[in-house]
């Protein structure tokens, strides 16, 4: 079955960077979007980011474009998010998720928390 | 890109059937065949209980129901159970070729 375990999490000062990784199993890793997506504690769903199927297009919601870049390595089946510039806002699990046109498997989510 | 919106809370009695609402903008729920509803337990990964507007994925019990009219979602649970306590989510795709949230509903079994 599909699998997608999430790893890179942890505390970061704000101003400092840090990448996240999705490793993906049990599914045809070339043939599928994917997603990040962030909830803060406490908080909702927040949608991050979107990288097609075949890396050529990605996009990115308004509160994270400039300072997160999303990538896939097929070599690796693994799923990159690297987050720049963070926030005290940016606190929040992030779940790496697999779709196209929806966002129908997640992982377990890594923490990430920015403070000082 | 403004999150859908949802009700706060719902509630039910055991066996009862309860509707959640999720209201877009015709650039993103009524634009589009691509709305998902998620289930959220506390501590827990959100869980896909519809796609596609109506589609259950396989093992996601026929209690679950969706439908859209116009710029609203609707998700129905038939039968309230006590472990349908949980926190609910809409999602859609959006004309920006973005994706975006509903605000969550809690719904709470009485």
């Known amino acids: 079955q599909v699998q997608l375990v999430e790893s890179g999490g942890g505390v970061v000062q704000p101003g400092g960077s840090l990448r996240l990784s999705c490793a993906a199993s049990?599914?045809?890793?070339?043939?599928?979007?994917l997603h990040w997506v962030r909830q803060a504690p406490g908080k909702g769903l927040e949608w991050v980011a979107f990288?097609?199927?075949?890396?050529?297009?990605?996009y990115y919601a308004d509160s994270v474009k400039g300072r997160f870049t999303i990538s896939r390595d097929t070599s690796k089946n693994t799923l990159y998010l690297q987050m720049n510039s963070l926030r005290a806002e940016d606190t929040s699990v992030y779940y790496c998720a697999k779709g196209s046109w929806g966002i129908y498997d997640w992982g377990q989510g890594t923490l990430v928390t920015v403070s000082s | 890109q403004s999150a859908l919106t949802q009700p706060a809370s719902v509630s039910g009695s055991p066996g009862q059937s309860i509707t959640i609402s999720c209201t877009g903008t015709?650039?993103?729920?009524?634009?589009?065949?691509?709305v998902c509803w998620y289930q959220q337990h506390p501590g827990k990964a959100p869980k896909v209980m519809i796609y596609?507007?109506?589609n259950r994925p396989s093992g996601v019990s026929d209690r679950f129901s969706g439908s859209k009219s116009g710029n609203t979602a609707s998700l129905t649970i038939s039968g309230l159970q006590a472990e349908d306590e949980a926190d609910y989510y809409c999602s859609s795709f959006t004309i920006s070729s973005t994706y975006v949230f509903g605000t969550g509903t809690k719904v709470t079994v009485l």
């Open positions: 049990g599914f045809t890793f070339s043939s599928y979007g």
């Open positions: 990288i097609r199927y075949d890396g050529s297009n990605k």
């Open positions: 015709s650039s993103d729920v009524g634009g589009y065949n691509y």
């Open positions: 596609d507007v109506s």
